[in-house]
């Protein structure tokens, strides 16, 4: 590279650093974010689960609501159940399985009590309420109920809300909204679901 | 719920579960996985890391680069460090930091031969390679030795690939491609940076 395009490379990094180091100074508000991880595409829940991986890792404090636990073993489970952290596993595995709505709600409602005490508890730094915009479209839970709970929790206590179509009311509530977008996927050219990767 | 209401419920989720059922069969060749992960939302590496999670939970073997390394303290690490995961970082921190191209481009060839010894690597189930779309959008690192490396992997070997601006012979590449768009942020509403949550 010749010195002049060093200098060009060197002048744009430098501008981009600038506004990131601006950006940082800015941000100083100090509490527990509320992240909402929704959309069609893989990958939301293995984020929701990467995050507790990276608090755990700080030895803070995570908990797991699974609102719809898939009928395979779950790899993560082993890892984070092994380093501390508490699941809260609702029992009716996949919802389409069991087809059954008065049992499904109830068994959604037991298992949000788990989530409602972790939402209260200063001890507890990140709370991973992985698939529960389901139970709030197909109404096993009361929305007004989630809310209310998301708002009183401790200050600094961050939660994680992952699923596809997550209501409006929670996206507005929360502080960061990420859509996960499916562009193409393995399934879709007949390969399977590989062990370690996709369960 | 009504007894017809109850009966339309259970036809329409049978119909779900059909579906499901269906494609799930239709999926029958078994090889090692690539999916990437981009766009300019919040979440690509924490998806990739709780891949990682999964994989090492099963008591199968992952190794990670990371060809940009944040400048905090990263949780994740700890966690899966401890669990065996061999990590590569590049050395020189955030790309914008640092500003200078030559070494830059030194320090990404430097990260990249781990990942090609571990791409060989048949003992390897998964191979996280966190942020290298920009050491190829950088031309750090050279596109035609990258895609060759991935297709000359083992077969049952899955690789991820994080980062925004992935590049099109990447996607295409790819089984599985996923966007994380960014719908919001905290950063933007001044809320810092947390703790086990964002580092």
Partial sequence: MTDKNQDKHKARQQKVKEQVDQ?????????????VITGNGKGKSTSGFGTVARCV?????????QFIKGTWECGERNLLENAGVPFAVMKTGFTWE???RESDTQAAQATWQHAKAWL????IDLVLL???????????????EVI???????????????GRGAHRRLTELADTV????NVKHAFEAGIQAQKGFDY
């Fill in 178 to 181: 990420s859509e996960v977008r």
């Fill in 23 to 35: 950006k940082v100074a800015e941000a100083n508000i100090e509490q527990g974010i509320l992240q």
């Fill in 130 to 144: 992985d698939e529960l915009t389901y139970m709030v479209s197909y109404d096993y839970l009361d929305l007004d």
């Fill in 120 to 123: 209260q508890d200063e001890n």
């Fill in 98 to 100: 069991t087809q059954d």
């Fill in 57 to 65: 890792g700080h030895g803070m404090n995570a908990a797991v609501v």
């Fill in 148 to 162: 209310e709970a998301l708002n009183n929790r401790p200050k600094m206590q961050s939660v994680i809300i992952t």
